[in-house]
T-cell receptor, first 115, second 109 residues
Framework: GAGVSQSPRYKVAKRGQDVALRCDPI?????LFWYQQALGQGPEFLTY????????KSGLPSDRFFAERPEGSVSTLKIQRTQQEDSAVYLC?????????????FGPGTRLTVL | AQRVTQPEKLLSVFKGAPVELKCNYS??????LFWYVQYSRQRLQLLLR??SRESIKGFTADLNKGETSFHLKKPFAQEEDSAMYYC???????????FGAGTRLFVKA
């Protein structure tokens, strides 16, 4: 079976551009997480969805960051007016049930470079 | 403040030697603790979680609430253990996961 997929794998944007990053979780997984991983750091939590409901967006760094999961499957992370400090790998993870001890299955990530 | 600290960025050991990757945490409440691993050119994946009290690939980790630590140990390191290791915590009943900065383990032949 296919794991979590993310697209694009690499994105180069000019400062000020808007970008959209896509995550396809494992089919049937209830929970979906987005993380931002800067170079040399661990993943940093951005937001969490349970089905289509965004239950925690406390990690979104500014109002330029927006995430959605309208039908409870595919999710999109949108960054408006990108800035150089947004350069990072963006990871998506999914989990089969809404449980704090459950394993998260990670995608390969999207590497965003803002020039 | 909720925080996970991995004090070593790089740990280098010889094959067959014991290895311990340190993890300390700060959390008010009962956390769930995890170790994730990322092998070269692979995705981040779960290695083990404290609640399962399991041994995976010879690795074990014991939660020490008094010292707020969750160190990862293996008695005899193998070359294939070379990877990036991340300690992580999540509040019981919560969803926000906090990761440490990671420790790169290099096992020399």
């Amino acid at each position: 079976g296919a794991g979590v997929s993310q697209s694009p794998r690499y994105k180069v944007a000019k400062r000020g551009q808007d970008v959209a990053l896509r995550c396809d979780p494992i089919s049937g997984h209830v929970s979906l997480f987005w993380y931002q991983q800067a170079l040399g750091q661990g993943p940093e939590f951005l937001t969490y969805f349970q089905n289509e409901a965004q239950l925690d967006k406390s990690g979104l760094p500014s109002d330029r960051f927006f995430a959605e999961r309208p039908e409870g499957s595919v999710s999109t992370l949108k960054i408006q007016r990108t800035q150089q400090e947004d350069s990072a790998v963006y990871l998506c993870a999914s989990s089969p049930i809404a449980d704090s001890v459950n394993e998260q299955f990670f995608g390969p990530g999207t590497r965003l470079t803002v020039l | 403040a909720q925080r996970v600290t991995q004090p070593e960025k790089l740990l280098s050991v010889f094959k067959g030697a014991p290895v311990e990757l340190k993890c300390n945490y700060s959390y008010s409440g009962s956390p769930e603790l995890f170790w994730y691993v990322q092998y070269s050119r692979q995705r981040l994946q779960l290695l083990l979680r404290h609640i399962s009290r399991e041994s995976i690939k010879g690795f074990t980790a014991d939660l020490n609430k008094g010292e707020t630590s969750f160190h990862l140990k293996k008695p005899f390191a193998q070359e294939e253990d070379s990877a990036m290791y991340y300690c992580a915590l999540r509040g019981r009943g919560g969803f926000k996961t906090i990761f440490g900065a990671g420790t790169r383990l290099f096992v020399k032949a």
